[in-house]
């Protein structure tokens, strides 16, 4: 995080409607740098849907979403969601040269695939890893192109409990370097939360 905007979010009596349903509604709260902020809730609650607004992908039917100390919000953050979003035929270094270009990063490769136990894996095509080595090639964007918000949806799903570990390191880190971690869960990370969010 070294020579990065420090961000904070606020959301702002939120209110999002999906189909006919009102997921929730006059939600709000604040994230303040370093923060570690679960949502929880059941399968459907409108976890998903949150870090969507947050993330710009969604518009909620009342309230905002707003971003301190920044003036371009889509630059602020990285979205990790349920899908990995990576091509079987091309391979991990392949996925994260292009991600650190998109982003406009100057992370290492290398050194983010060390921190994520993927270096073995970095030149074999994504169809042959398994479900959980696939997860660990997708968290790897948020090293090769810092960002001061994270927004990650279940990031340790199909992971095993050493690969839970890493996301918890990863997490851990972030925040103290003044990062922003929001994160929709159906257990803990491993970090105590500054805060959680219910939503039912």
């Known amino acids: 995080m070294a020579e990065q905007e420090k961000v904070g979010v606020r959301v702002q009596a939120l209110a999002i409607r999906r189909g006919a349903r009102l997921l929730f509604e006059d939600l709000s709260f ?20 949150l870090l969507r607004a947050i993330a710009g992908f969604l518009r909620p039917v009342a309230g905002r979403v707003a971003f301190d100390n920044t003036e371009e919000s889509a630059l602020a953050l990285h979205y990790v969601g349920h899908l990995n979003g990576l091509k079987g035929g091309v391979t991990p270094r392949a996925h994260m040269e292009y991600w650190r270009g998109l982003f406009g990063g100057v992370g290492s490769i290398d050194g ?22 696939q997860r660990r090639v ?55 939360p500054s805060q959680t969010v219910v939503l039912s």
């Open 112 to 133: 983010a695939a060390s921190k994520l136990g993927i270096t073995s894996l970095l030149d074999l095509p994504v169809r042959v890893l398994s479900q959980g080595q």
């Open 138 to 192: 997708s968290l790897a964007r948020l090293l090769v192109a810092l960002r001061p918000v994270w927004l990650l949806d279940e990031p340790a799903a199909a992971l095993d409990s050493a690969g839970r570990s890493v996301v918890a390191q990863l997490v851990s880190d972030h925040c103290a370097s003044g990062g922003v971690v929001l994160a929709a869960v159906h257990e803990s990370l491993g970090p105590s």
């Open 30 to 49: 604040t994230s303040r740098p370093g923060d570690y902020l679960e949502i929880r809730g059941a399968n459907g609650a409108g976890k998903t849907s």
